[in-house]
């Protein structure tokens, strides 16, 4: 039930082609579904992030597409750049109740590799 | 810049040997998270702090402890790390009610011989 399941586990692109990362989860109390894009040695960093009421939102190159009937969602980067190359986590949010506080469900992971 | 910092980013301990990790932060925020990450897979969370309301994860060690004697700072302790401790420790913040929102450190790396 708090799981979210994330494919590809790894995913090569040609520069300037279309990456794209799936997730889907089960969950029907998750209020927030973010996207990290993490690299080497560092710490991961929130992406773009949408909301269950809303179907797609768009940042840039990145777009997320979300299917709440499905319970997936999907991170789209447009124009791939080899600086795109990183490891992207989807993630869902929960709430913990009265103190409004939650904690974050990470997908598996993806490592992306966009090539010159 | 307003940041998560964690130091020391390298840490080398011996089996058994407690060691403690820091995270401070310039953000202001309420709510504090450690995970653990290791090679290849996604963090995990250890605990978190609303202020100074501790939650702790149920499936986390009790080999695991933290402190947080203020808003910016907060201290994982490994009292007896064992070598499938190894990992990265990520400390992360977030303002109360956008969880969704976590601004993490840079971790730091921990071997344990």
Redesign the interface.
Known sequence: QQQVKQSPQSLIVQKGGISIINCAYENTAF????WYQQFP??????LI?IRPDVSEKKEGRFTISFNKSAKQFSLHIMDSQPGDSATY?C?A????GS??????I????T?LQVKP | DAMVIQNPRYQVTQFGKPVTLSCSQTLNHNVMYWYQQKSSQAPKLLFHYYDKDFNNEADTPDNFQSRRPNTSFCFLDIRSPGLGDAAMYLCATSLQGEHYEQYFGPGTRLTVT
């Open positions: 209020d927030y579904f973010p040695g560092k710490g991961p960093a929130l992030a986590f993630a949010s929960t709430d913990e103190s409004n506080t939650g904690k974050l990470f997908g598996q992971g490592t």
